[in-house]
């Protein structure tokens, strides 16, 4: 198998395009999607299930829970059913982003929410058969949306679970910039925590709106074929999803970035 037949299309890069839609010109090109909760849910957990299954493709991933540095019972249930979400469309990586700082507490206090939130889900997702895929985000979006900021961080928190209860996203847009990332992946291979490995690239300058300014494969400064080596020195040979959030992107139609995705993912692992 060549990089090039790796290729999984993470539906967020089209994230207005049908998910039947999504999944059926994944179908035609023979290649995995990653899934995320919202359109699941709005087709429904067992008709999309169907799909996919019909369709016989393979979901390499559901996006996204996590959001648990305030531990309630509420975020908690929700996580539980994601595993759920996540057992019943076969997918077998549950991709988490922690939450940003609860209001009246440190960042301190938030990861040690994260922490507490693991013991809680750990378990249960062994029992559904689904890996809990902590990723790390940029510390750009640490306030709000993700205590965990870099690789060597994420595999801290999964240390004390086995490899099939949680793992890491190797996601390149978020973990670039790091000069410990070369041995963040390393150390993941070795500890066999790599569960999910995500294209994007950085673009300069950022798009006024930061969270939405994922470059397309070949725009940026990310060296993607350095990123692959290094995976694959680990023994991880599993797909790559390209997850692009970018406002320009989601006002095309669907099939027309689905096309151009995967032809710059070709082009990048050449």
């Not at 540095?69 to 076969?90: F, M």
């Not at 400064?221 to 990123?227: A, H, L, P, T, V």
């Not at 020195?233 to 151009?260: C, H, K, Q, S």
């Amino acid at each position: 198998m060549t990089a090039a037949d790796r290729f999984s299309f993470n539906h967020a890069t089209a994230k207005f395009w049908d998910q039947r839609e999504a999944v059926e010109a994944c179908a035609r090109e023979g290649v995995g999607i990653g899934l995320w909760r919202e359109p699941l849910q709005e087709m429904g957990v067992e008709a999309t299930a169907k799909l996919v299954k019909d369709a016989g493709v393979e979901v390499t991933s559901l996006c996204r829970a996590g959001f648990f540095t305030n531990p309630t019972k509420e975020a908690i249930a929700d996580n539980r059913k994601a595993i759920e979400e996540a057992a019943a469309v076969g997918a077998p990586t549950l991709v988490l982003v922690s939450g940003g700082i609860p209001e009246g507490k440190t960042i301190d206090q938030a990861r040690e929410g994260v922490k507490e939130a693991l013991e809680e889900l750990a378990p249960y997702a062994v029992e559904q058969g689904i890996t809990l895929a902590i990723e790390p985000l940029h510390p750009m979006f640490a306030s709000d949306r993700c205590v965990v900021t870099t690789l060597g961080e994420a595999l801290d928190l999964a240390a004390p679970f086995s490899p099939e209860a949680v793992g890491v996203v190797v996601d390149t847009y978020h973990i670039w910039w790091d000069p410990e990332v070369w041995k963040g992946i390393a150390r993941a291979g070795r500890e066999n925590r790599i569960a999910s490995f995500q294209f994007a690239d950085w673009i300069t300058p950022l798009p006024a709106g930061v969270l939405t300014g994922r470059g397309q494969l070949g725009d940026g400064c990310i060296d993607f074929k350095r990123y692959l080596k290094e995976v694959d020195a680990t023994g991880f040979t599993g797909p790559i999803e390209v997850e692009l959030f970018n406002d320009a992107l989601w006002a095309r139609p669907g099939a027309e970035v689905f096309a151009e995705t995967k032809a710059a993912f070709e082009r990048v692992v050449a």
